[in-house]
T-cell receptor, first 111, second 115 residues
Framework: DQQVKQNSPSLSVQEGRISILNCDYT??????FLWYKKYPAEGPTFLIS?????DKNEDGRFTVFLNKSAKHLSLHIVPSQPGDSAVYFCAASFTGNQFYFGTGTSLTVIP | EPEVTQTPSHQVTQMGQEVILRCVPI?????FYWYRQILGQKVEFLVS????????KSEIFDDQFSVERPDGSNFTLKIRSTKLEDSAMYFC?????????????FGNGTRLTVT
């Protein structure tokens, strides 16, 4: 039951360029979306969130876009830095308790 | 910055044995969670806990699993009779009370290996 999908398992980007990570969901009840970053041997770290009443949320180099009609969200990182290399998970919720995670996209930023 | 801590970082156990995974959530958080990630797969929700009771659980969280908040700081996950397929990274998380749209803060996980 894959309610949240990240179809790109990996992405490589040159340092300084934009990284765009994509996420699709199937459940129209979802109203809160988050992006997490995960380094090896660590737990996921919260990056940025967006509620369904918005279509964009920005925090420094990170911007999340939400397209409710397409059931699609994306994370933009500009400019990308080598320290951004990690696995990125999107997650979604409609109860505020249970979050559904995607399978992750491994981002490599090449110096 | 306050963080969620989990112990042990790695637990090896034999099939059929009981294990207890321990977590200390962030002190002013009142919602607690357990998630797991089987190697190469997605992070999966197990259970959420609030006000000393389970508020939501997934199909994975069957009768062999239980959670407890034995004191004011610890939050534990017990697996009564471990199976090989329980081998995974188990993540504890917590979030602020009273805010529905509140992000989860995760610990670094316990890697459980069942042999």
């Amino acid at each position: 039951d894959q309610q949240v999908k990240q179809n790109s398992p990996s992405l490589s980007v040159q340092e300084g360029r934009i990284s765009i990570l994509n996420c699709d969901y199937t459940n129209s009840m979802f109203d809160y979306f988050l992006w997490y970053k995960k380094y090896p041997a660590e737990g996921p770290t919260f990056l940025i969130s967006i509620s369904s009443i918005k279509d964009k949320n920005e925090d420094g180099r990170f911007t999340v876009f939400l397209n409710k009609s397409a059931k699609h969200l994306s994370l933009h990182i500009v400019p990308s830095q080598p320290g951004d290399s990690a696995v990125y998970f999107c997650a979604a919720s409609f109860t505020g308790n249970q979050f559904y995670f995607g399978t992750g996209t491994s981002l490599t930023v090449i110096p | 910055e306050p963080e969620v801590t989990q112990t042990p970082s790695h637990q090896v156990t034999q099939m059929g044995q009981e294990v207890i995974l321990r977590c200390v959530p962030i002190s002013n958080h009142l919602y607690f969670y357990w998630y797991r990630q089987i190697l190469g797969q997605k992070v999966e929700f197990l259970v959420s806990f609030y006000n000393n009771e389970i508020s939501e659980k997934s199909e994975i969280f069957d009768d062999q699993f239980s959670v407890e908040r034995p004191d004011g700081s610890n939050f534990t996950l017990k697996i009564r009779s471990t199976k090989l397929e329980d081998s995974a990274m188990y993540f504890c998380a917590s979030s602020e009370a009273g805010r529905r749209n509140s992000p989860l803060h995760f610990g670094n996980g316990t890697r459980l290996t069942v042999t």
